[in-house]
Structures are given as structure tokens and as C-alpha cells.
């Protein structure tokens, strides 16, 4: 599994393209809706959007990975995998972390820019768990997009993977928080990977561990995504 | 360890297409074995079958005595599967690095890049290479693992006379290293040249099975021919020795196993008009067996 990683990592580093505007979208995204919506006098809501928002990169870059690797498959590359050693669950779970790599400058360039030009102030322990749960908390994302990019077409998995993202975000209350909703779908929200997610950097910033519900729900949705993920890998190599 | 690969019955289900129609086919180890057919005989869905990418509807596939997938899980068998191409942004030792870790006794890198005849190229990205360099970079990959099987669909179609000839040397190399070789091609020159045996596939079934020079002989080993001159071929069929009939561009072409035979009733008859007398090529022979309208189980002779 470590040689896939290796590759995978490596071929991600040669497309500074991809990088660059995996990360930059959501770090202007970011610097747009708290400057220039004129909420940015309460502080409360600088460092929870940029907790949300950075949540949102996070699931982007996460999820992005999907079409590449659906661009991997028209190359015929999985059958080829498929014919190595590397059984499934390696192979998926290789994949989902190489992915990673592209998630973390996102992470990191929005807390950066929350700090730096947003003044949001907090304890160094806090930093550094948000940079570890907004990390290792997109996994899940990780497995969905990899899931669509292994089932569906390049294009089809673009596609998908933004209609996904929009969803989770605005469900989630990755972009509004969840209070402005009505009641029912605050309730939907709750339940949506995107809201276990972002709650474990809303929690960090309040000051306390994440709440057992969110981390049920976030393992629930790893859990289905990973086995979502397995299961369209085991179908992309067949021919018929 | 005998390797078996015992392909049978399949029909895919929800389809009038039954690519694999009640395939038998054993293969020993160390043999290198050419599977022929026409487009759509099914050879691509029998290696599918091989290597566990596919399930048989019906039937066993095994491979060195185990479920395909296993055999694949235990580093057995190593491919070059039709149109795949390598993926961007990795160079070509990086490649055969990776492919040769995830074996457990792979060939060393610089041995598998050599037999493959990629070490002068082994630093360049193999997005920026051009086909036949390509291929032999799927080469490399297939062979990385030093697997006992290596299954090869179509390794030469894009390749030009020259450099397919080149391709072959390195097959043949990998081949004698006791590996079992099995291959798929259009060019019957090609399976006549590189392999101990050629197995013939047509609607899903082998249909021959055997040296090039059995198979040959199986399809009539002279060939005789005729102008018709706007005659019909009508009784040429019963001929003595004469086991096949075919019109092309206004000629007869009588499949024969007995030349002198056929030739002397010919000139009986009064039909000698611009007489032709060969030896069927191995084409002739791959011609009225994959026949759209040849019967299956025609022939089948042992190796």
C-alpha cells in the first residue's frame, strides 16, 4: 500500500494546477463572504465561518480527487491495478490517503488567512487541533469522491462530486449556520457528514472535545462512504 | 506446481451476447500459447475470465490451481490488457518500481526495465512517449513481478512491422525463462511464429487447437483453384479430397487434403481453367474455421 501511496502522492505534486486552484477557490471564497458581506464585526462568526469554510475547502479538495481518478480509469490503469496484488481495500484506502495531501494546504491557507487577515484569535492548541481534525476529519469526503470517480465517468464525476459538495455545505451549515434553518431540515442538517464535520472545528473553537453525536455521525457516513468506495472499485475493473 | 487454466461455459446474463460460449482450454506451464480470433470471438472476455476481472455465468476458471482472483492476489500472473494506456505524470522507472513492490518476488527493476528494452527512456514520463515505446512500457508492467503467467491482449496491435519485431525478441526472452506466455492477435504470422500452440476462437468456442502445422492441416493442407469462368460451383464439394469450397473474386477455392487427387478429377471433368496448385497458409486455414457460417466443434485436435 505504501508504494501506492508514494505514487499517488508524487503524481499529485505534478499538477500544480490542480494544487493551486483546489486551494485558492476556497481561500477567496473565504475572503469574499467575511469582508464583503459586512458581518465581519462579530467575532463569534469570524471564527466559525472560517472554521466552515475551511471545512468547505477541506470537502472540496476531498471529494475533487474523484475526478481524476475517473480519468485514471478511462486509461484502463484500475483493470491494470486490478491485476497486481493490491487487493481492494488496500488500494481504496491507499488512494484516500495520498488524497490527503491536497486537502491539508486548503486547511491550512484559510486558518492562515483567518489569523492573519481575518484577526481571529485562539489558543495554540486549538490551531493545531483544527489543523488535525479538519484534516483527518475530510476522510470520509476523501471516500465519496473516490467512490464517483471509480463508478462514473470523468466528466459525470465533476458533475456529481460539485452537486455533492453544494449540498453537504448548505445542508450542513458549512456556509450558513444551521439556526437559520426551519426546523425540520436544522434536524436534516444534523445528521449530514458535512455538519459532524465542521463540528469538530466548531467545538474546537469553543473550547471543548467534539460532541459523541457528531463523531457517531462522522463515522457512520466513513463507514458507508469506505464501503461505497470498495464496492465501486471491486465493479470498475469488470469489462462487461 | 502445474498452472491450469480450465476456461468453460459462460453466458453473460441480460444479453443476447454470449462472448464465452462453453470454453474448454487447459494450458501447461511454460507454454506460449496465441489465441486467435476475429474481432468479437470472445478472446477478450476469456482473458477477463483468466485473470478474475470477470466471473463466469456457469463453469470454472482456475488459474495455477486456484480462483483467478487469488491467483492475481498472489503475485501469479502479470497482463497487458487492450487499450489500457499508463497513467500521466509518473516516469517509466517510477512505474516499474511501484508495480514490481506490490509483488512478492518481483524481477529486479533494472532486469524487468531491460527485458522490456526501456532503460534507455526509464527517466522520461511516460506521458511524453510516443506509442511503441508506450507499449513497451505496458510490457514492463505486465512482466515487473516475475509472475507466472503473463497474459498479453493485442500486445503489437499499434506497433509498425519493425518494431513489433523488436516486441517479439523481448516476449520470446521473457518466455524462455520457463514463464507461461499467453497472447492474443490478429496477425496470424505473428502466432504462427511466437507460439508453441495456437488456439482458435470463434463465437466463444475454441474451434482448434494445436501447432500451426496441425492447424493448417486440419482446414485441408492443399489448396486448389479454379477460374469458374460463370460456372457454378455446384459438385465441386464432392470431389475426392476436397473439404471446403469458396467463391473469391470469380474463382473457386477448393480446400483439399489430397492435391493429386482433387487435380486429376478436375481434369476429368474438363473444369482446369488458370489452375492454381499451394499449400493452405495458416490464413486460409483461420479463414473457413472463423467462417460466419462455420459449425463450431469442427475441429479439435489435440497439441
Given amino acids: 500500500m505504501f508504494p501506492y501511496i508514494a505514487l499517488e502522492i508524487r503524481r499529485t505534486l505534478r499538477d500544480p494546477t490542480f494544487l493551486v486552484f483546489g486551494t485558492g477557490m476556497p481561500l477567496m471564497m473565504y475572503l469574499l463572504f467575511t469582508n464583503l458581506g459586512g458581518s465581519g464585526s462579530y467575532d463569534d462568526w469570524k471564527a466559525a465561518s472560517m472554521v466552515g469554510m475551511a471545512a468547505y475547502g477541506a470537502l472540496g479538495s476531498a471529494m475533487a480527487i474523484g475526478t481524476g481518478i475517473a480519468s485514471d480509469k478511462s486509461l484502463g490503469w484500475l483493470q491494470q491495478l486490478r491485476i497486481t496484488p493490491l487487493d481492494p481495500w488496500r488500494a481504496v484506502t491507499g488512494r484516500a490517503i495520498s488524497s490527503s495531501v491536497t486537502v491539508l494546504p486548503t486547511v491550512l491557507a484559510i486558518l492562515l488567512a483567518g489569523g492573519l ?124 | 506446481m502445474e498452472f491450469t487454466a480450465a476456461v468453460k461455459t459462460f453466458g453473460r446474463a441480460g444479453s443476447t451476447v454470449r462472448a464465452v460460449d462453453g470454453m474448454d482450454l487447459t494450458v501447461g506451464r511454460g507454454e506460449t500459447v496465441a489465441l486467435l480470433g476475429r474481432n468479437g470471438a470472445g478472446k477478450s472476455t476469456a482473458i477477463s475470465l483468466l485473470l478474475g476481472l470477470n466471473d463466469p455465468d456457469s463453469g470454472t476458471v482456475r488459474l495455477l490451481g486456484r480462483a483467478p482472483d487469488r491467483a492475481v492476489r498472489a503475485g501469479l500472473a502479470g497482463a497487458m490488457l487492450q487499450d489500457g494506456r499508463p497513467i500521466p505524470r509518473v516516469t517509466v522507472g517510477e512505474l516499474i518500481r511501484f508495480v514490481a513492490a506490490l509483488y512478492p518476488r518481483p524481477l529486479p527493476v533494472a532486469e524487468a526495465l531491460a527485458l522490456a528494452g526501456v532503460t534507455e527512456y526509464a527517466d522520461r514520463r511516460v506521458d511524453k512517449l510516443s506509442g511503441g515505446q508506450v507499449q513497451r512500457v505496458r510490457f514492463a508492467v505486465a512482466l515487473a513481478g516475475d509472475p507466472e503467467l503473463v497474459v498479453l491482449d493485442e500486445p503489437t496491435a499499434a506497433l509498425d512491422v519493425e518494431a513489433r519485431r523488436a516486441f517479439w525478441v523481448s516476449i520470446r526472452s521473457f518466455a524462455e525463462r520457463g514463464r507461461t506466455v499467453l497472447f492474443s492477435t490478429h496477425h496470424l504470422e505473428e502466432a504462427d511464429g511466437n507460439a508453441d500452440r495456437i488456439v482458435v476462437l470463434h463465437r466463444g468456442r475454441v474451434v482448434a487447437d494445436g501447432s500451426g502445422e496441425a492447424i493448417k492441416r486440419s482446414a485441408g493442407g492443399g489448396l486448389v483453384s479454379i477460374d469458374l469462368a460463370g460456372r457454378s460451383t455446384a459438385g465441386l464439394e464432392s470431389l475426392p479430397g476436397v473439404v471446403g469450397v469458396e467463391v473469391r473474386g470469380g474463382r473457386a477455392l477448393l480446400r483439399t487434403d489430397d492435391s493429386d487427387a482433387t487435380v486429376v478429377e478436375l481434369a476429368r471433368i474438363g473444369a482446369v481453367r488458370g489452375l492454381q496448385v499451394g499449400r493452405a497458409t495458416l490464413e486460409d486455414a483461420f479463414l473457413s474455421l472463423t467462417a460466419p457460417t462455420a459449425a463450431a466443434d469442427q475441429v479439435k485436435e489435440a497439441a
Fill in chain 1, 117 to 240: 487577515v481575518n484577526g481571529v484569535r485562539l489558543a495554540a492548541w486549538q490551531w493545531g487541533a483544527l489543523v488535525l481534525l479538519l484534516w483527518l476529519g475530510a476522510l470520509p469526503f476523501t471516500l465519496l469522491g473516490i467512490g464517483n470517480g471509480y463508478r462514473l465517468t470523468p466528466q459525470g464525476t465533476g458533475v456529481v462530486n460539485v452537486a455533492c459538495l453544494m449540498g453537504f455545505a448548505l445542508v450542513g451549515g458549512l456556509w450558513f449556520p444551521l439556526g437559520v434553518f426551519p426546523g425540520w431540515l436544522r434536524a436534516v442538517g444534523g445528521f449530514t457528514p458535512a455538519h459532524g464535520f465542521a463540528d469538530l472545528g466548531w467545538s474546537t473553537i469553543a473550547g471543548h472535545a467534539p460532541g459523541a453525536g457528531s463523531l457517531a455521525v462522522l463515522a457512520g457516513w466513513l463507514l458507508l462512504f469506505g464501503g461505497y468506495a470498495v464496492m465501486s472499485y471491486r465493479r470498475s475493473a469488470r469489462t462487461v
